[in-house]
């Protein structure tokens, strides 16, 4: 049996996010693990699948019970809250799990933020590495911000991280103070809503802006030169 790693909308219609093929493959599973029940119920909804028909588990119950449609010949479909599933996401470790048991995984083709930001901001594309979320303390973020930005210089590699919305400026204020001026920093905003901002520029070019970004989702990518 399969372990259907489900990407989702990051916003729109499951229709406007994800290719035929792949809506065919969801609305025939039954079983989903998901990181967030109300966002999962809305989304299978949207696909015209009745959520009282489904199993709909929460990943933060245990690993091996959520496994047990598999071991029951049935397919398993997992689901992020929105976009990829298992990056910078709790359901890695049901996706762990299933290789664990020798069950197969199977990634469907749908958004990924991460990946439609490093395509937008025109930075390195070929070294890349995800940090996922820096530290909240301020000292320990400047610290790793500093040392991010040695590792882009010294690899010529991108950096992408993330952080949650309501510290995005606080964030920015970070990297504004630590970074060198030529280093480029793209913020990439609301990607695929309505309100999507990308904007790839020097430090000392959004210094001179003064720029925010407010409470949105946003993937942070900075390349040292």
């Not at 015209?48 to 489904?54: A, D, F, T, Y």
């Not at 901002?197 to 407010?214: C, D, N």
């Amino acid at each position: 049996m399969i372990l259907y790693a489900i990407p989702t909308p990051l916003g729109g219609s499951p229709e406007e996010a994800l290719p035929a093929p792949a809506l065919q493959r969801i609305r025939g599973i039954k079983d989903f693990v998901v990181e967030n029940a109300k966002s999962a119920r809305a989304f299978l909804g949207a696909l015209g699948m009745p959520v009282r028909e489904l199993n709909i588990q929460s990943v933060d119950a245990d690993v091996a019970a959520l496994l047990r449609p598999l071991r029951e010949k049935r397919p398993l479909g997992l689901l992020s809250e929105a976009g990829c599933p298992a990056i910078a996401d709790p359901g890695a470790a049901v996706v762990e799990a299933a290789h664990r048991e020798g069950f197969r995984v199977v990634p469907l083709v749908g958004p990924s933020s991460l990946v439609l930001a490093l395509m937008a901001s025109g930075l390195e594309g070929q070294r890349f590495a995800f940090c996922g979320y820096l530290p909240r303390e301020d000292l320990q973020r400047k610290q790793t911000i500093r040392e991010l930005e040695r590792r882009s210089r010294r690899e010529k590699e991108t950096e992408i991280f993330i952080e949650t919305p309501y510290r995005n400026d606080v964030l920015l204020s970070a990297l504004l103070e630590c970074c060198n001026g030529k280093t480029r920093l793209c913020v990439a905003a609301d990607l695929t809503l309505p309100g999507e901002s990308i904007k790839t520029q020097s430090i000392a070019e959004w210094r001179r802006a003064k720029a925010a970004i407010g409470r949105r989702p946003a993937v942070f990518l900075l390349l040292a030169d």
